[in-house]
């Protein structure tokens, strides 16, 4: 028996031409199966603003959008290891954090970007609670998170619900005044500027303030009625390392990652359904970070 071979050639010539370096970004975070959050929406937000992105896993998360199932811590010295490797072969210019879950991750990332990393910006999202509820960030490293990783931010960028954790006191957030007077406070208490998100207040416009302890800005885009996409905190942080990363300015890069996650949520992609019968909504990280 004959076996016949068609020969299928390629009609674009192969070029040997490498191409100018990428600028390299580091996320130390979660990775998240569903895709929309943690690691995964990094490295998506980083390809679109044409980065380099490289990893450090903290946790494996076992999760979609409106509950996490599971939750695996990887060792420590694991988390040292990826982090020290990739300062080591790579030009990293900008890290951000993400899921850090406990005291002993937070110490190892601490330790280590101080003797690998300490000369590169780092944008830390506090993230201490999911949408769903579930906590991500276990009580005890609150402590740890404010005393050994938030003074060395070149920013800080929680939601409302961290920012409230974060002053403690039963300090509430409940309208654009009192968030002001958050962002100003935490900017004030740690010595680093902060990006305090407004996204979960009512209203028709999604209002963000950066206060660097001297300045004030506001960062305002439309707010959408009943569309809360899983993964914007991760992405938005993502978008302003990128920024970072670049050599923007911060107030340009926070102005460049709110456009950013605005188009994203504003194109954003549905599929399947919840228990309710509503469609899981998950950002469309293929829009322009173009300004």
């Known amino acids: 028996m ?3 071979a068609k020969h299928i050639y390629l009609q674009t010539a192969l070029e040997d031409r490498p191409a100018l370096p990428a600028p390299v970004a580091l996320t130390i975070a979660g990775s998240d199966n569903s895709g929309g959050a943690g690691l995964q929406a990094d490295l998506k937000t980083f390809a679109a ?13 076992a999760e979609h959008p409106g509950r996490v199932s599971r939750i695996d811590a990887l060792p420590p010295a694991s988390v ?3 982090i020290a490797l990739t300062a080591e072969a790579y030009p990293v210019a900008a ?16 330790a280590t970007l101080a003797a690998k990393l300490a000369r590169v ?3 830390i999202d506090p993230v201490m609670v999911a949408s769903s509820g579930a906590v991500l960030l276990k009580p005890e490293a609150i402590k740890t998170l404010r005393t050994r990783l938030l003074p060395h931010a070149a920013l800080v960028t929680p939601n409302r619900d961290e920012a409230e954790l974060l002053l403690g006191g039963g300090k509430k957030i409940t309208d654009p005044e009192s968030l002001r007077e958050a962002a100003r406070e935490l900017a004030l208490r740690f010595g680093v500027p902060f990006l305090v998100k407004g996204g979960h207040l009512r209203g028709e416009e999604a209002i963000d303030i950066l206060h660097d302890g001297t ?3 506001h960062y305002l885009a439309p707010m959408l009625a009943g569309v809360n996409p899983h993964g914007t905190g991760c992405t938005f942080s993502a978008a302003v390392a990128a920024g970072l990363a670049r050599g923007v300015a911060l107030p340009e890069a926070v102005a460049a990652g709110k456009r950013f996650i605005s188009r994203a949520i504003g194109g954003r992609f549905l599929y399947g359904q919840d228990g309710a019968g509503k469609p899981y909504q998950l950002l469309n990280h293929f829009v322009s970070s173009a300004e």
Do not use: W
């Open 49 to 61: 603003f044409g980065l380099f992105g490289t990893t450090a896993v903290t946790c494996v998360v």
């Open 95 to 110: 890290v951000k954090t993400g899921m850090l879950y406990s005291t002993e991750i937070i110490e190892t990332v601490a």
């Open 121 to 123: 910006p780092l944008v």
């Open 2 to 4: 004959q076996i016949s």
């Open 80 to 82: 040292a290891e990826q």
């Open 215 to 217: 300045e004030e800005r």
